[in-house]
């Protein structure tokens, strides 16, 4: 039993050190084809704000290119937000993406666990969220999901603020228990309107994620992509402490008064980017999964597109 937990301890240190790697190593793939054969929109572009002023880890720039360009391919308006959200600065915005924000410049400097965001800019997203907004609050593991959290509670969304695992249903060629599949398959991919799409060919089958975290959501929410029981969170601290992520999901949908809300618990699940020495792919191109129509179809559900 000691040699078997020394073993299970040490396989959960490796996730996490490889998680605080990645978020160092990576870049966007120019490769990647953000192209959209058929637009959603090709008039009255939904207006989309995408938010770079709270120390976001992925920008439209950045890591999250990939994922900006798909978008304005598929007929939205993007526009980078550089300053602390307002009433007005949300006023004419149909969309609200929030990627990893943190408390301080890098995910590695001290600080970065700390508040991205003031009291009353939380007011002003969650009212706005209730006036008719749609708002997709990515927040990864730890110290994304921290500095987070103010957010994430006037959203009554749980962050799990740990490193989620799942072994049982881990993507196998990774060998990284922390690279989760959501299949049909093995039924950890919900009956939504997000993973049914508006046609058979907007179907989502099967979805991967790169190391994150877990949430709860508010009552009536939906778990687009559902734990299983077999997931667990390791919550940093010393000595770090499991718990089991049963219950739990990675993706979560909600309507919150005439808004809607889709949080994410890992954000390279809607990236493409290139990691480690051999520039293996990480994100929606990866092969074999349907993250890149996952990203069409969240902005599409909240966009209203989806019912």
């Given at each position: 039993?000691?040699?078997k937990?020394?073993?299970?301890?040490?396989?959960?240190?490796?996730?996490?050190?490889?998680?605080?790697?990645?978020?160092?190593?990576?870049?966007?793939?120019?490769?990647?084809?953000?192209s959209?054969?058929?637009?959603?929109?090709?008039?009255?572009?939904?207006?989309?704000?995408?938010?770079?002023?709270h120390?976001?880890?992925?920008?439209?720039?950045?890591?999250?290119?990939?994922?900006?360009?798909?978008?304005?391919?598929?007929?939205?308006?993007?526009?980078?937000?550089?300053?602390?959200?307002?009433?007005?600065?949300?006023?004419?915005?149909?969309?609200?993406i929030?990627?990893?924000?943190?408390g301080?410049?890098?995910?590695?400097?001290?600080?970065a666990?700390r508040?991205?965001?003031?009291?009353?800019?939380?007011?002003?997203?969650?009212?706005?969220?209730?006036?008719?907004?749609?708002?997709?609050?990515?927040?990864?593991?730890?110290?994304?999901?921290?500095?987070?959290?103010?957010?994430?509670?006037?959203?009554?969304?749980?962050?799990?603020?740990?490193?989620?695992?799942?072994?049982?249903?881990?993507?196998?060629?990774?060998?990284?228990?922390?690279?989760?599949?959501?299949?049909?398959?093995?039924?950890?991919?919900?009956?939504?309107?997000i993973?049914?799409?508006r046609?058979?060919?907007?179907?989502?089958?099967?979805?991967?994620?790169?190391?994150?975290?877990?949430?709860?959501?508010?009552e009536?929410?939906d778990?687009?992509?559902?734990?299983?029981?077999?997931a667990?969170?390791?919550?940093?601290?010393d000595?770090?402490?499991?718990?089991?992520?049963?219950?739990?999901?990675?993706?979560?949908?909600?309507?919150?008064g005439?808004?809607?809300?889709v949080?994410?618990?890992?954000?390279?699940?809607?990236?493409a980017?290139?990691?480690?020495?051999?520039?293996?792919?990480?994100?929606?191109?990866?092969?074999?999964?349907?993250?890149?129509?996952?990203?069409?179809?969240?902005?599409?559900?909240?966009?209203g597109?989806?019912?």
């Amino acid at each position: 039993m000691l040699i078997k937990s020394a073993t299970l301890a040490f396989s959960c240190l490796l996730v996490i050190l490889v998680a605080t790697a990645a978020h160092s190593q990576q870049v966007a793939d120019p490769h990647f084809n953000p192209s959209v054969e058929h637009p959603a929109f090709t008039k009255n572009f939904p207006r989309v704000l995408f938010d770079e002023a709270h120390n976001n880890f992925h920008t439209a720039a950045g890591p999250y290119k990939p994922f900006a360009d798909l978008i304005f391919s598929d007929g939205y308006q993007v526009v980078v937000n550089r300053k602390p959200f307002t009433k007005t600065s949300l006023a004419t915005f149909k969309i609200l993406i929030i990627a990893n924000a943190l408390g301080a410049e890098d995910a590695d400097e001290e600080g970065a666990d700390r508040p991205a965001f003031s009291e009353e800019e939380s007011d002003v997203v969650r009212d706005w969220v209730r006036g008719g907004g749609a708002l997709l609050f990515i927040a990864d593991e730890p110290p994304f999901s921290s500095a987070a959290e103010i957010l994430a509670k006037r959203l009554d969304v749980d962050m799990g603020k740990g490193v989620t695992t799942d072994p049982a249903n881990s993507d196998k060629e990774s060998k990284n228990a922390g690279v989760i599949v959501y299949s049909r398959e093995n039924h950890l991919l919900a009956d939504h309107s997000i993973t049914k799409g508006r046609n058979d060919s907007e179907q989502i089958n099967r979805v991967m994620t790169f190391v994150g975290q877990s949430l709860k959501g508010p009552e009536g929410s939906d778990a687009v992509l559902k734990l299983a029981d077999t997931a667990t969170d390791r919550i940093p601290g010393d000595p770090p402490k499991d718990s089991s992520a049963a219950g739990r999901a990675q993706a979560l949908a909600f309507k919150s008064g005439k808004g809607r809300v889709v949080v994410l618990g890992e954000g390279a699940m809607l990236s493409a980017q290139l990691t480690g020495s051999d520039n293996r792919p990480f994100g929606m191109n990866t092969p074999d999964i349907d993250n890149k129509q996952l990203a069409l179809n969240i902005m599409h559900w909240l966009s209203g597109l989806l019912k």
